[in-house]
């Protein structure tokens, strides 16, 4: 691979890795508000019954 | 219209008194901007350029109106009186144009110290450097006094305030070093006119939403 | 009412549209276009850089419209909205930077260069909505922060043409400019990969904006939720929100 090459790959694989970066982040968030939600509801629930 | 002048000068001439009676904020200003020339005469190598030396100039000016500033609302802030002012009948505008005026004012009076002392340390300046400073303070002052606004109410306002304003300051330090040491001094004087005169219109359209609760 | 479930056919057409111009953009930038005689394959980083700047500034200016929407309105919901906006932005421009630097260092052999106007604008941006995100941290939530963030956001699309006109004026009277690159006289096909590639670009940014817009706003509702559950007795209708 000559230089111009390698350069060029590093160019498209930053975007792709800050795009990747993101999902990872996301993901994570997305795992939190599922557990908040969870335990909310779990409060709720005994909540309601108690 | 006239009350909003007369509110504005009501505020100004507050500010200025205040000044006069506590003393704390000119001295200081005074006294950092002669020191950070001498600073600067010392960070620059013996064969440098004027040229380096009016870009200098024009940090200086920056970092000691930041310094004014930074104080412009501590008294509101430290006695709620930002608040009081706000609930005023005076268009908020007034609150801008009057803090605004106040703190040139300051500026202005740490430049009369300035330019001579750096036309004493380093190289003369002309006429063109002179109106290009009158110019940077008011474009300095409009913004500056806004972004202090908006800074005062929050935590770590002074740290704040310093991020706010310097990327908006970098035009006006464009504008100003190529009117000190720029070959056409004209379109750098025409630039800074241009940036006063859009952020002056816009910091006085928003203003009242920075202040407002 | 969530807005993804509201148009629900919309939410997953910007990401499919995203990775179908994407792909072709990608392959159309490294198959199809024709080579630069001059810069050679590098050149070719121009069909990533050029629409990340553009989406950037795209980013800015939504961000923007939105602040402007807030003042107008007083309505809450475009905080979050200009926020998003703005974070969007702000990434694209890092993305964009670090594209452009890679680009001089193939270029000039340099990782920076102050002779590229775009990339030193882009720096001032960065390093103002930086500031934008530490005022967002400094306020309290409230009005007071929505409508500061608001106006600054404001001020950052019309420091965008001021400081490029600084950058110029700059240049020509106190740094001259020692590289430049020539823009590629654009081909047919050259200037059609940039359109999908732009196209793909933007996309992407409108489909992780909305992604991050609705995980915001989850996370406002789920924190209502937990002080309402805090606060008092729990009833029916809290129940059945919770279930659903």
Redesign the interface.
Known sequence: M????K??A???L??FA??LL?LVI?SL??SR?ER??AE??E???R??DG | MSGLAADAAALARKDLLLELRARETLPAMLLFVVTALVVFHFALPADVSDRAAGGLLWVAIVFTALLGLTRAFVAEREQGLLDALVLTPCDRAAIWIGKALAVLAFLVAAEVVALPAYALFFTELDAAAIVGVLLADLGICAVGTLVAAMAVAGRARELLLPLLFLPLAIPIVVGGVGATVGDDPARSLAFLALYDAIFAILCFASFEYVVTE | MSTWSRNSSWAAAVPCAAAALLLLG?GLALFWAPEDAD????Q??FY??VP?ALTAYAGFGWGAWKALRLLWTGEERYDLESYTAVHMGT?FG??TL??GS??A??SWGVWWSWSERQLVLFLILFLFYSAYFMLRYSLDPGPRRQRSSAVYALFGVVLIPISFLAIRLAEDLIHPVVFTREGPQMSDSMFTTFCVCLAGMLA?AGA?YR??LA?KR??ER?RE??EL?AAE??RQH??TE??S
Do not use: M, N
């Not at chain 1, 000559?2 to 090459?5: I, N, V």
């Open positions: 000559s230089t111009g090459e350069y060029l590093a160019a498209y930053v975007v800050a795009v993101y996301i968030k997305v508000l908040d939600l909310l509801t409060l709720a629930r909540r309601g | 990608l810069q050679g394959i590098s070719k980083i990533v850089h990340v990434i890092v993305l670090v594209t890679i680009w260092k193939v992407l992780l992604v991050e995980g989850i996370d789920v939720l937990r559950l007795p729990v809290v129940l919770v279930r």
